[in-house]
């Protein structure tokens, strides 16, 4: 049996796309060990193909050679193969420091020695899922990201928030990119009030600790308190199951909603800046709003821009798409959901 140690993305969105890739791995006789930042090491815990989560003490952003080397100490002989899938140098130094046989990715940022199998850097931007694939030589058509919670685990943390599964909404009005990824806060809160109205159903908010600013100020802006803030309030392994017990999500484009897509729930995405033939969500259960592809409405010759703040100060591409054509969206979901359920 290859003994494989997978070197982790740092970001939600990158680590669940990810999943396809380990699971050929995994099909293949590896046994895998996922090393990963605290931030995204529970995503991995919901790959029954991980074996083992190794939770890196490092610092996102900084070298940490100390703490490599340490941590490679722990490691040295344990593994076969290393995949690393960040392109960048620091990510590529504990396989190198552990001295681990095989250390495969691509060529990224300075990392000749540190690598002894190199693919090329892609030409443009494929879709994350075949950028990871190839890593492992490739995957079966339409392969999808997929994770998995124990029931228990979903119907605990229901119970511990006052929810019966299905019968909640979650949006996650986050994105760590910018503004131009971010769908009003305004719009979120009419969006909220629409579903209680139309539903009778509460409303959750989620993200991490810096989303919690937006998460508040789009609950403050919705009347009668039926609007709950998870965001930064508990772990992203509590984040996971009220995603995954939801009867449906809304979200910019962000790790949320690569999250959502992952368990399968409908799922309604609005894009600004970015472009969803890049990183859409995989689902069959999801709807995409995003101004170039929607009718009757006024199309920008500047999407998809992919800057962090809008060049012109408008934001037209978030603030063009409304409240009531994605709730639609979502409804449009759920029903594809009903009618061909998983």
Request: hydrophobic content about 45%; some cysteine; overall charge positive.
């Amino acid at each position: 049996m290859t003994r494989a140690l997978v070197i982790a993305p740092q970001w939600i969105g990158y680590a669940v796309m990810a999943e396809p890739m380990l699971a050929v791995l995994a099909a293949r006789g590896e046994h895998l060990t996922v090393a990963a930042l605290p931030s995204v090491a529970p995503l991995f815990q919901a790959m029954p193909q991980v074996a083992e989560v190794i939770t890196l003490p490092f610092v996102h952003g900084r070298l940490d050679w100390s703490a490599r080397r340490a941590q490679a100490r722990q490691i040295k002989g344990r593994f076969d193969v290393a995949y690393v899938l960040p392109n960048s140098l620091k990510s590529a130094l504990l396989p190198w420091l552990a001295r681990i046989p095989r250390r495969v990715g691509y060529q990224g940022e300075g990392r000749l020695v540190l690598l002894n199998e190199r693919l090329p850097n892609p030409v443009g931007e494929p879709p994350l899922v075949a950028f990871y694939g190839a890593l492992a030589g490739g995957l079966p058509p339409r392969a999808r990201p997929r994770l998995h919670l124990a029931h228990g685990r979903i119907d605990d943390l229901l119970a511990r928030c006052g929810l019966a599964p299905q019968a909640y909404w979650v949006l996650a009005p986050g994105a760590e990119q910018g503004a131009t990824r971010r769908w009003p806060a305004a719009a979120y809160a009419a969006l909220a009030e629409e579903l209680h109205a139309l539903h009778g159903q509460p409303v959750w908010l989620v993200g991490a600790e810096t989303e919690r600013p937006v998460c508040e100020e789009i609950a403050a802006l919705v009347h009668g308190g039926h609007c709950r803030v998870q965001a930064g309030a508990g772990s992203l392994a509590d984040a996971m199951a009220l995603i995954a017990g939801a009867r449906g999500v809304v979200s910019n484009d962000s790790g949320w909603m690569h999250m959502a897509a992952a368990f399968g729930v409908p799922q309604a995405a609005v894009f600004g800046a970015t472009s969803p033939q890049h990183t859409p969500p995989l689902n069959r259960h999801a709807r995409v709003l995003w101004l170039q592809t929607l009718r009757g409405v006024e199309h920008l010759d500047c999407q998809p821009c992919y800057a962090h703040e809008c060049r012109f100060g408008h934001l037209k591409c978030l603030s063009g798409i409304a409240p009531e054509r994605v709730h639609a969206a979502l409804q449009d979901a759920l029903a594809s959901s009903a009618a061909r359920p998983g």
